[in-house]
Structures are given as C-alpha cells and as structure tokens.
C-alpha cells in the first residue's frame, strides 16, 4: 500500500504570510495527488487536482506543485478565511487505491 | 447544480445494524464514482471504498473490507453505506463523495454534507 506522510502536523502563521505544506509518496505516484481543505465542522473541499491545477472557483493564492514522490502545497499570503486543516489525497486510476494524508491544521498567529 | 445529500445524524447502540444514505442529483448519477470517506471524531479522512452505480463494480479499502457494505440504487439516484452489527469504534462522521474521472484526472469533486454516526450503550 502507498503511505502519504504529509507535514507538518499542525502550522501557526500570520495574515499575509506564504505557507507551504508537503507531501511525501511512499512510491512514485507521478502527479496523482490532490489537496482538501476542510473547515471545522463542514466537508473538505477540493483545491487542487493532479499535483498543481487549481479547481474552478478556487482562489488563485492557492497552488500546487510536485510529482513522483514528493508534493507542495502553498498559500501564497494566507487570509483569515483560510484557518482550515488540509489534506492530501494520492489516487490509482483505479479504485479504490486512494489514501490521504494525515493532515495539516493551520491557525493564525 | 451537482448536490450530494445525506441522511440524518444516527444514534444506536453495539450490535444494532444502520444504513445511512446519500442521494445525488443535478448529474449523471450513473455515471461517476460514489466514495465513502470516515473521520472519526478529531481524526483525519480515511477512504473505505467506492461504487459505480451504472454498474454496481464495488471496491473496498482493505481495512474497510467485511466490516462494511456499500451499494447503490441507481432508480433512485441513491448510494448507500451499511453495517449489519455496529461497534463503539464505528462512532464517526461518514461522507460520501463523488468521484470524477477523466483521461488524466481523477480527484473527488463534491462532497455530501456527512452523517454523524454515534454508537453508544
């Protein structure tokens, strides 16, 4: 089975700050990796798909890059509406292979 | 517009059985993947399995595998995640998810809102 360990476990940062997150394969998953954010007490919300692009309607300060085993997550200068915990997710073009990360909580400084 | 629709939260005690639904409209219900994810209380997302409900093809997570049952009714645009003898540790918010796969893609799009599932003596 492929692991994803993702860090850090949780992130402490300030409005206007850029905050990257990563991703670590357990094997080459090439560019199978999405991300999610899940706001305290609502369902995850896709942001990013296959390693870097960004979903419709989400904002353009999130990005994506990585492939093979290791991935980045990035806001590019986070906002108070961005407290959330994100995760990463690999998929096999088959399922039901997909795993997700452990988690990254992030709060505001 | 897409919406994935879950049943309501559910209380039972060890032993009992639960069927929790989610019923997809404004697609091809048909047409897509239908995920079950598991967040136990503070915890992170697990995958438990998947189903195509034009054919009814089920894939389970190992850890998931007998513990559960997933389905669909496709006359009803309806899928569905089942146990036939709760535990304690089944306590959890269950979401179900489609999964929308193309040539190069495949990411989970939309979410149900999740049932809260409390099992408790």
């Known amino acids: 089975d492929i692991q994803m360990t993702q860090s850090p476990s949780s992130l402490s940062a300030s409005v206007g700050d850029r905050v990257t997150i990563t991703c670590q394969a357990s094997?080459?998953?090439?560019?199978?990796l999405n991300w999610y954010q899940q706001k305290p007490g609502k369902a995850p919300k896709l942001l990013i798909y296959?390693?870097?692009n960004l979903e419709t309607g989400v904002p353009s300060r999130f990005s994506g890059s990585g492939s093979g085993t290791d991935f980045t997550f990035t806001i590019s200068s986070l906002q108070p509406e961005d407290i959330a915990t994100y995760y990463c997710?690999?998929?096999?073009?088959?399922?039901?292979?997909?795993?997700f990360g452990q988690g990254t909580k992030l709060e505001i400084k | 517009e897409v919406q994935l629709v879950q049943s309501g939260a559910e209380v039972k005690k060890p032993g009992e059985s639960l069927k929790i639904s989610c019923k997809g409209s404004?697609?091809?219900?048909?047409?897509?993947?239908i995920g079950w994810v598991r967040q136990m209380p503070g915890k992170g997302l697990e995958w438990m399995g998947i189903?195509?409900?034009?054919?009814?093809?089920?894939r389970y997570s190992p850890s998931f595998q007998g513990q559960v049952t997933i389905s669909a009714d496709k006359s009803i645009s309806t899928a569905y995640l089942q146990w036939s003898s709760l535990k304690a540790s089944d306590t959890a918010m269950y979401y179900c998810?489609?999964?929308?796969?193309?040539?190069?893609?495949?990411?989970?799009?939309?979410w149900g809102q999740g049932t809260l599932v409390t099992v408790s003596s």
């Open positions: 997710q690999q998929y096999d073009n088959l399922p039901p292979g997909d795993t």
């Open positions: 296959d390693a870097s």
């Open positions: 189903i195509y409900p034009g054919d009814s093809d089920t």
């Open positions: 404004g697609y091809s219900f048909t047409s897509y993947w």
């Open positions: 094997q080459d998953i090439s560019n199978y």
């Open positions: 998810v489609r999964r929308n796969s193309g040539y190069d893609y495949n990411k989970l799009d939309y």
